[in-house]
């Protein structure tokens, strides 16, 4: 039995465009294939999704505020919709879950990208603005903040791959938007600690194991350059881990196991980030892991492979301190739809949203029970 160490948080992750419905913000006005619509109606059942998340013995669940729900017009705050996500915290406290807030998740209100979003040379102050207001509301209740989720991936598909939201296809353009956001994460460092100096905060960066020639460049650009950036100004990180590359990915056979979208699975590659992520002597907490499987048969050993070698990185003296499985429940994946089913719990989009546990939170659900593998 491998056991992990006394206080580990286990939990699930979501995200709020892709599992509340209801939300106007860039995507929702960007065309058929990105608005979410309904999703999965998490916003009116995230009690009942709660009471899953705590039957499969979760002691932590990270979650994103909405900011165009908070600020649906520049300088406006909504306080029926504080109201509502501090309900939300209520009802995770509730259930002895520990809440870790992300503040930004791809998403922003059409009022800001009208002033050319992270582009504008006041994107910082705009964002601080509303950091501020969050966590002065929740200050007592949240002590885990996470300020930005995977800039990188953000930079490269809206600015550099043009696939997303705003659709523009620059280089430059896309190191800018990182770099205003690297600004704006820094300015919500400081004015959360202001307000609760005992508040944990950091980013969740999305990370790719490399292998091969093009190996030390491409872990720069892509895994710890934005990191580099913040450096001094996170108290935790948080990484986001799906998948290795390296140039044999191009060929149309893929070696090795693969998920529903293609992806690589390799479990060892987590330890081998996680090594690296050691040389910024901060905590470690695994924010997302996990694949897209509609059938649900891989989910289990995924997880639990992954798991061995994380453990093997906190024998080896790295602070790892939680891990949250991507997803909680099925959601929208992005550009790809509602076709890509990331949930431990399957959501029945044909018959009214019903949720169904898929046989992988039950193995999850023991992990997390006897805090061990």
């Known amino acids: 039995m491998l056991k992990f160490p006394e206080n580990f948080y286990w939990g699930t992750a979501t995200s709020s465009y892709q599992v509340e419905g209801g ?35 979760n002691n932590a669940h990270r979650f994103s505020i909405e900011w165009a729900r908070i600020e649906p017009e520049e300088g406006k705050f909504d306080q029926k919709e504080i109201e509502h996500y501090r309900n939300v915290i209520l009802a995770l406290k509730k259930r002895g879950m520990e809440p870790f807030v992300t503040l930004y998740h791809f998403f922003l209100p059409i009022w800001f990208v009208k002033k050319d979003g992270w582009l504008n040379a006041d994107a910082a102050k705009y964002f601080e603005r509303f950091v501020e207001k969050i966590v002065l509301e929740y200050k007592d209740l949240v002590k885990f903040w996470i300020t930005i989720n995977e800039a990188n991936v953000y930079a490269s598909h809206s600015f550099l791959r043009g696939n997303w939201p705003p659709f523009e296809k620059s280089f430059y353009k896309s190191q800018q938007v990182l770099k205003g956001i690297a600004e704006a994460h820094k300015k919500s460092y400081e004015v959360i600690h202001k307000i609760n100096p005992d508040s944990q905060v950091g980013v969740s960066q999305m990370c790719i194991s490399y292998k091969g020639i093009l190996r030390f460049f491409s872990e720069y650009y892509w895994n710890y350059q934005f990191l580099d950036q913040i450096k001094d100004f996170q108290d935790f990180i948080g990484l986001n881990y799906y998948f290795s590359s390296s140039v044999f990915d191009i060929l149309p056979i893929k070696l090795g196991s693969i998920s529903d979208l293609n992806w690589k699975i390799n479990p060892q590659g987590i330890y081998k980030l996680l090594k690296t992520l050691k040389g910024y002597n901060r905590p470690i907490y695994i924010t997302e892991n996990g694949l897209a499987d509609a059938k649900d048969e891989k989910r289990k050993n995924f997880i639990i492979n992954h798991l061995k070698w994380i453990h093997k ?32 719990v399957e959501i029945d989009y044909e018959n009214d949203l019903k949720r169904i546990p898929r046989p992988s939170s039950k193995a999850y659900s023991e992990i997390c029970k006897n805090n061990a593998l």
């Open 23 to 57: 939300i106007r913000n860039d995507w929702s006005v960007a065309g058929k294939k990105y608005d979410a619509g309904i999703a999965c109606d998490h916003y009116h059942r995230f009690e009942e999704d709660f009471d899953l998340a705590k039957s499969m013995n």
């Open 313 to 344: 990185a906190i024998e080896d003296g790295i602070d790892v301190r939680g891990y949250f499985h991507w997803s909680l429940i099925d959601n929208l994946e992005l550009h790809r739809g509602f076709g890509p089913r990331f949930g431990l």
